[in-house]
Nanobody, 126 residues
């Protein structure tokens, strides 16, 4: 059974930084694409960032490019999301996700992922 456990969320002022972590278990972590999504109240879940098996191939939503960085440590079965220059509109519950074996591209839709964590709240105050 695949399990994903997020941590690192919290309250931060605009312009600040946070690093989210997602610990995975239940299968060979390094073979699979990992992603981060977020969902604000009243809005659909949206893609934030994703990363391929070796950490070289990444994909970002336009809204976070240049501010967020996704990385993975396959030895620790963990994926990270470093968030800098946070804005109030980044406020959401952030979810870690994993899906299919990496095949060269990182999907940016929820259909590309099959397992989800429970989420961690990120609140950015103005």
């Amino acid at each position: 059974q695949v399990q994903l456990v997020e941590s690192g969320g919290g309250l931060v002022q605009a312009g600040g930084s946070l690093r989210l972590s997602c610990a995975a278990s239940g299968r060979t972590f390094s073979d699979y694409t990992m992603g981060w999504f977020r969902q604000a109240p009243g809005k659909e879940r949206e893609f934030v960032a994703g990363i391929g098996r070796n950490g070289i191939i990444t994909n970002y939503a336009d809204s976070v490019k240049g501010r967020f960085t996704i990385a993975r440590d396959n030895a620790k079965n963990t994926v990270y999301l470093r968030m800098n220059s946070l804005k109030p509109e980044d406020t959401a519950v952030y979810y870690c996700a994993t899906g299919y074996r990496f095949r060269g591209t990182v999907p940016s839709t929820t259909e590309g992922y099959t397992y989800w964590g429970q989420g961690t709240q990120v609140t950015v105050s103005s």
